[in-house]
């Protein structure tokens, strides 16, 4: 790992241990969690975060008396990546949070999956397709993004009091600008395991959740629907030939279990749509999709299923 780097990691390991001593003094409520992520595929993340809770912009109405200001740092690693982030969400009135965060890290390439790395055509397989080769050392370059969000969310119970009237409803819509220092503004590159079809640029994000919230259930308490969207808004004109102007779905039946006060387990069953090229096996991510037009016969998309997720997060203070 470079000199820069590993200063970048030491700083903010630094201050994830130092800050909460300091603060303790500030009107603020300060949450550590730690989570870690297991899939079906299979991939494995872990993450550390610090929550400082800045009571703002109150008042004595139901839409002001929880106004808040929440700023977080976390540290991410899995197997093939590490990451430093950062975000401040503020709630400026019941229904709305505004947010703003970013994130550096880096990754390394090996049997178990891509952290990152530059993509370029490779051989033909078996069925005439061409498929991507990965090029990039462990810790060559830096992956960096930066985002803008705001997040509407409704109850029904705000309207309906009762216990079991929490019917949510939630959408959160992101403008992402993301970067590989490796890359030039004409390659693509390798994210986490992803299809390899980032460019650095201005991304769209959008999530919808409608849920049922059970107060009164012992253990299950959140059962929902989630459909998200990632679309980049860089594309060009080739890149409509083999469909990098459609964006990805991904839907998600979501299921929360508070196993105790101060541990939480998501179930999550994932689809996914895929791009259809005629080609035999539309869940193959390790093609060079570039040089694969869309198929004409059976729709541009497809809806696969995608993986089956659980996520346990437990409050450490």
Same mark, same amino acid.
Not at 247 to 276: C, D, E, M
């Given at each position: !790992?470079?000199?820069?780097?590993?200063?970048?990691?030491?700083?903010?390991?630094?201050?994830?241990?130092?800050?909460?001593?300091?603060?303790?003094?500030? =009107? !603020?409520?300060?949450?550590?969690?730690?989570?870690?992520?297991?899939?079906?595929?299979?991939? !494995?993340?872990?993450?550390?975060?610090?929550?400082?809770?800045?009571?703002?912009?109150?008042?004595?109405?139901?839409?002001?008396?929880?106004?808040? *200001?929440?700023?977080?740092?976390?540290?991410?690693?899995?197997?093939?990546?590490?990451?430093?982030?950062?975000?401040?969400?503020?709630?400026?009135?019941?229904?709305?949070?505004?947010?703003?965060?970013?994130?550096?890290?880096?990754?390394?390439?090996?049997?178990?999956?891509?952290?990152?790395?530059?993509?370029?055509?490779? =051989?033909?397989?078996?069925?005439?397709?061409?498929? !991507?080769?990965?090029?990039?050392?462990?810790?060559?370059? *830096?992956?960096?993004?930066?985002?803008?969000?705001?997040?509407?969310?409704?109850?029904?119970?705000?309207?309906?009091?009762?216990?079991?009237?929490?019917?949510?409803?939630?959408?959160?819509?992101?403008?992402?600008?993301?970067?590989?220092?490796?890359?030039?503004?004409? =390659?693509?590159?390798?994210?986490?395991?992803?299809?390899?079809?980032?460019?650095?640029?201005?991304?769209?994000?959008?999530?919808?959740?409608?849920?049922?919230?059970?107060?009164?259930?012992?253990?299950?308490?959140?059962?929902?629907?989630?459909?998200?969207?990632?679309?980049?808004?860089?594309?060009?004109?080739?890149?409509?030939?083999?469909?990098? =102007?459609?964006?990805?779905?991904?839907?998600?039946?979501?299921?929360?279990?508070?196993?105790?006060?101060?541990?939480?387990?998501?179930?999550?069953?994932?689809?996914?749509?895929?791009?259809?090229?005629?080609?035999?096996?539309?869940?193959?991510?390790?093609?060079?999709?570039?040089?694969?037009?869309?198929?004409?016969?059976?729709?541009?998309?497809?809806? *696969?299923?995608?993986?089956?997720?659980?996520?346990?997060?437990?409050?450490?203070?």
């Amino acid at each position: !790992m470079n000199k820069k780097l590993s200063f970048v990691f030491l700083i903010f390991f630094v201050l994830l241990a130092v800050v909460p001593s300091a603060v303790q003094a500030i =009107d !603020m409520e300060t949450s550590t969690d730690l989570e870690i992520q297991a899939t079906t595929i299979p991939e !494995m993340n872990a993450s550390l975060s610090q929550s400082f809770t800045f009571p703002v912009l109150q008042g004595n109405s139901p839409l002001t008396e929880g106004n808040n *200001l929440v700023a977080t740092v976390s540290a991410d690693i899995s197997p093939v990546y590490i990451a430093i982030n950062g975000e401040l969400d503020l709630t400026p009135i019941a229904f709305l949070i505004v947010s703003a965060g970013a994130q550096l890290g880096t990754g390394w390439n090996m049997a178990l999956g891509n952290g990152i790395g530059i993509v370029t055509k490779g =051989d033909n397989d078996s069925f005439g397709r061409p498929e !991507m080769n990965i090029e990039g050392s462990a810790f060559s370059g *830096l992956y960096w993004q930066a985002w803008g969000a705001a997040t509407f969310q409704f109850d029904l119970a705000a309207i309906f009091p009762g216990d079991w009237n929490h019917i949510v409803v939630q959408s959160r819509q992101e403008f992402r600008f993301s970067g590989f220092s490796e890359a030039g503004p004409n =390659d693509y590159w390798i994210f986490l395991n992803d299809d390899g079809e980032n460019r650095n640029g201005l991304n769209y994000h959008a999530s919808y959740t409608l849920g049922y919230m059970m107060p009164s259930s012992p253990v299950l308490n959140f059962v929902g629907l989630q459909a998200e969207i990632h679309k980049p808004l860089y594309r060009t004109e080739a890149e409509e030939i083999w469909g990098g =102007d459609l964006g990805n779905w991904l839907i998600s039946a979501v299921f929360n279990f508070s196993i105790s006060p101060k541990l939480n387990s998501l179930l999550a069953f994932q689809l996914w749509t895929r791009r259809n090229h005629g080609n035999p096996d539309l869940a193959n991510r390790y093609l060079y999709y570039q040089d694969m037009p869309l198929s004409e016969i059976g729709g541009n998309r497809q809806v *696969l299923f995608h993986r089956a997720a659980i996520i346990l997060s437990y409050n450490l203070r």
